[in-house]
């Protein structure tokens, strides 16, 4: 069995096994992070009451879909350029944010926690993408690039919630 981190084969589109580990370095902490993310929209997703819960739940839901199709992309990304993807008990650990505590958030509680792994995420993302530019991978640039545009139109999303009215007014009056 291979090692975390080793490459797997030679590179089927051409890159040295040098650019294969730096690509794969690069795109492991964004797997782990995206997967994190879908569990995290998933938890909201069951938690989730409220005056807003119809529109929230629906949400949560489709962007859970959204970051695991991202984070299987990446890994059939690190796949394709030669290296091999963290094992899944390993997220946790190799994500750029730490999951919320046990237990039920409120709703607010859960849009914060939410734009704050995102935030974390485009950090990442950002310093990312020109890496890969640099060491010649404009592919992976690209895909990073889409997942990036796509997440930053849900902390959009999530932001304007944080302004509604109703979602205001059930947290002053101590509802989740």
């Known amino acids: 069995m291979a090692n975390q981190g080793t490459i797997v084969q030679k590179s089927p589109i051409g890159f ?10 690069i795109l492991n902490p964004d797997l782990a992070t995206l997967f994190q993310l879908f569990e995290l929209w998933e938890k909201h997703q069951w938690y989730v009451r409220g ?11 489709a962007w859970a879909e959204h970051s695991l199709k991202h984070a299987d992309t990446v890994a059939e990304r690190i796949v394709t350029v030669g290296g091999i993807p963290l094992d899944p008990t390993t997220f946790p650990q ?5 999951f919320e505590p046990a237990g039920v958030p409120a709703v607010r509680e859960m849009l914060q926690s939410q734009l704050n792994a995102l935030n974390q995420l485009f950090q990442k993302l950002r310093s990312d993408i020109p890496q890969l530019d640099q060491i010649g991978d404009p592919a992976s640039a690209i895909l990073l690039r889409n997942i990036l545009l796509e997440h930053e139109n849900f902390a959009k999303k999530i932001s304007l919630y944080m302004e509604k009215a109703g979602i205001v007014y059930e947290l002053l009056q101590g509802r989740p």
């Open 51 to 61: 005056s807003e819960y119809k529109e929230l739940h629906s949400c949560f839901d």
């Open 16 to 25: 040295d096994s040098a650019k294969v580990q730096q690509i794969t370095d």
């Open 94 to 98: 190799a994500s750029v944010f730490q």
